[in-house]
Nanobody
Framework: QVQLVESGGGLVQAGGSLRLSCAASGRTTSSYTMGWFRQAPGKEREFVAA??????YYTDSVKGRFTISRDNAKNTVYLQMNSLKPEDTAIYYC?????????????????WGQGTQVTVSS
């Protein structure tokens, strides 16, 4: 089992930045695919970014603004969010699945954190 705990959310003005962290425990996740998803009120959970086997990919709406990275020594994955927009407001979830998996489908991830709220004011 893998436990994931997100942190770093908060309230920020449009154009600002936040850095989310996701600390994993229970297993070493260096070989896992790690992803970030978000869910706004009344909307489905959507893919944001993922890191797998050294490669990263993003949903189009955050390309050039968000960066996913990982520190395997700390068993932690990060999401640096710059130039934030009000439409980025959502609960952000960290997710993990074993192995190399290039997918944007939430159901393909086995482990989830509890989420952290990000609110961007205009």
């Amino acid at each position: 089992q893998v436990q994931l705990v997100e942190s770093g959310g908060g309230l920020v003005q449009a154009g600002g930045s936040l850095r989310l962290s996701c600390a994993a425990s229970g297993r070493t996740t260096s070989s896992y695919t790690m992803g970030w998803f978000r869910q706004a009120p009344g909307k489905e959970r959507e893919f944001v970014a993922a890191n797998t086997a050294g490669s990263t990919y993003y949903t189009d709406s955050v390309k050039g603004r968000f960066t996913i990275s990982r520190d395997n020594a700390k068993n932690t994955v990060y999401l640096q969010m710059n130039s934030l927009k009000p439409e980025d407001t959502a609960i952000y979830y960290c997710a993990a699945t074993s192995g190399v998996l290039r997918t944007k489908t939430p159901g393909r991830y086995d482990y989830w954190g509890q989420g952290t709220q990000v609110t961007v004011s205009s």
